[in-house]
């Protein structure tokens, strides 16, 4: 597999155009701002009168109505909800578009799904940072980056693989290397990874877990230390390292107790399930529901994240924080010095060992 670096692309070839970031939120603010220190002149395109409009103006752009954005550039950047795609491509996209400009998604859903469909005379390209809007402007100011997926699902003129290369460098992302992909890939597994592991998974295990402890008569304070608060040691620790890293940093008994009650708890049932998730979002099943959920008005999704919030863990959650200050947004804590200053269930010996 190759990994394409600087070297590969050509970012000062978007500098004799205008490129028009339909959306301001983290990562359209985040795209317009890199894009702009990498030389090139950028339109926002947002309504008027909304907070991406203040904000775009604020920081310095020109903004314009989303068609009106459009009309203007060459190379179009898609960076709002999935669900608005469909909606701002027919009425404000495709109008304004020529031949040979190229429209940009920053996740495939909308393509991949056929809720946008391209006039055959433009390029359809993705470029999708591994990484929220604030860490891909903060990566590039540092003069580093994000990692970044590039695809074509459609090139006009020969052209749109170059584009989506040159923009992901102009963002930063072949400084933290970019791998090519393909819309299908890229929006499979990321949906799959949301709703199997990092959303879905996750929520659901720390939920079930701290019912265990409570159903058994623990108290409610502790479980929410074990199954909760603490996850963010061992998310950082793989983040930062892998499993390697996470074995090194937690105790012999930590380990142990991770390979042998591990696999009991994903265990071939859960595989099975996993693997069902998978086939509805490659069918289009997860798609699908999605779409007439929003069409009807979100009642499932509302009541479902209603129910979520409401769980007893929400409570002692909030209650114990109070009392942890270095959670709170711009804290200038430990909580955001590197894992491997933390450890979980060390020794004496073991928690020694620390990074300097």
């Known amino acids: 597999m190759k990994v394409y670096t600087d070297e590969d692309a050509s970012p000062k070839s978007l500098r004799t155009g205008t490129i028009a970031v339909i959306g301001y939120g983290s990562q359209g603010r985040a795209h317009a701002q890199n894009l702009r220190d990498s030389g090139c002149k950028v339109t926002v395109g947002v309504r008027e009168g909304g907070k991406g409009w203040t904000r775009a103006m604020e920081d310095g752009f020109a903004v314009a109505e989303p068609g009106d954005a459009a009309a203007q550039a060459n190379l179009i950047v898609m960076l709002t909800p999935d669900m608005s795609h469909e909606k701002i491509f027919e009425n404000d996209v495709r109008p304004n578009v020529r031949d040979g400009d190229t429209v940009l998604f920053a996740h495939g859903f909308s393509v991949h799904y056929g809720r946008v469909k391209a006039p055959d005379n433009i390029n359809v390209v993705l470029v999708a940072p591994k ?14 980056g994000v990692p970044c997926l590039f695809a074509v699902s459609q090139d ?4 749109a693989r170059d584009v989506a290369l040159d923009y992901a460098a102009s963002i930063g992302g ?5 791998i090519e992909t393909t819309f299908a890939e890229e929006t499979e597994t990321d949906l799959f990874g949301e709703q199997a592991v990092l959303c879905g998974g996750v929520s659901e295990l720390v939920l079930a877990g701290f019912e265990t402890l409570t159903d058994a008569g623990y108290k409610p304070e502790v479980a929410y230390f074990e199954c909760l608060h603490e996850l963010k040691l061992i ?12 074995h090194e940093f937690v105790s012999e008994t930590a380990k ?87 450890s979980i269930g060390q020794s004496n010996d073991h928690g020694t060992r620390r990074a300097n």
């Not at 793989?238 to 996470?246: D, N, S, T």
């Open 131 to 144: 990484g929220p809007g604030d860490l891909v402007r903060r990566e590039y100011e540092l003069g580093r």
């Open 156 to 159: 006009a003129n020969g052209k």
């Open 174 to 178: 072949t400084t933290g290397g970019a």
């Open 235 to 246: 998310v950082d620790l793989l983040h930062e390292g892998g499993l390697a890293k996470m």
């Open 256 to 342: 142990y107790g991770d390979l042998v009650s591990g696999p009991r708890i994903v265990n071939g049932e859960v595989r099975e399930q996993m693997k069902a998730v998978l086939k509805d979002i490659q069918d289009g099943s997860f798609a699908r529901d999605w779409v007439l959920e929003n069409q009807a008005g979100l009642p499932r999704y509302n009541a479902l994240l209603q129910k979520d919030l409401e769980h007893p863990i929400e409570e002692v959650g909030r209650e114990l924080r109070k009392r942890m200050p270095w959670l709170r947004p711009g804290s200038n804590s430990a909580a955001n010095a590197p894992a491997a200053n933390a």
